[in-house]
């Protein structure tokens, strides 16, 4: 029957939502042990890089909170781990001192590209034995609920 159908496009539906948690999670896990030698965690990672990226290297802490997509005290939790680890430095603006900002240093950027290296490595071991063409696919279903995740 067509409800019988649905049933069965619900749970794989579930099961997918379920896989993607357990597939981040074991990225997550073998990362931060990839990364105990720099004395990072993924997500410590992931800000640096978004900020040497997307932030043009420098912005202001309100700036790094939207292009994280986090609050504002995880942003600076994780600002101030980094600051300590000499990978960002943080400063006031000269115009308006209310406003902080924070910018990567060369450390920072070294580590990034190092890191870069490190994550295309990591990318084989996860797509080997996928075709371009299904990769391609997953790449665009991935963007869409990212989307629809944000609307």
């Keep these: 029957t067509s409800e019988d159908i649905m049933n069965k496009i619900t749970d794989k539906r579930k099961d997918c939502f379920y896989m993607i948690k357990q597939l981040h999670d074991n ?3 073998n ?19 978004r900020l040497n990226k997307d932030g043009g290297g ?4 309100k700036e790094f909170e ?9 942003t600076a939790g994780i600002v101030k781990r980094l600051e300590q680890k000499k990978f960002v430095e943080c400063f006031g ?3 308006d001192k209310r406003i902080k900002k924070v910018r990567i240093t060369a450390e920072g950027i070294k580590l990034c590209s ?5 994550m295309e490595h990591a990318a084989k071991k996860y797509t080997k034995g996928i075709s371009k063409e299904e990769l391609n696919t997953f790449v665009n279903v991935i963007i869409k609920l990212c989307e629809n995740a944000d609307s």
């Excluded at 939207?66 to 995880?74: N, Y």
């Design 114 to 118: 190092i890191a870069a290296v490190d």
């Design 66 to 74: 939207k292009l994280l997509h986090l609050a504002q005290s995880t």
């Design 31 to 49: 990362a931060n042990n990839a990364l105990k030698k720099y004395d990072l965690t993924m997500m410590q990672l992931g800000a640096l890089m």
């Design 27 to 29: 990225i997550e896990k």
């Design 93 to 95: 603006d000269p115009f």
């Design 58 to 61: 420098e912005c202001t802490l």
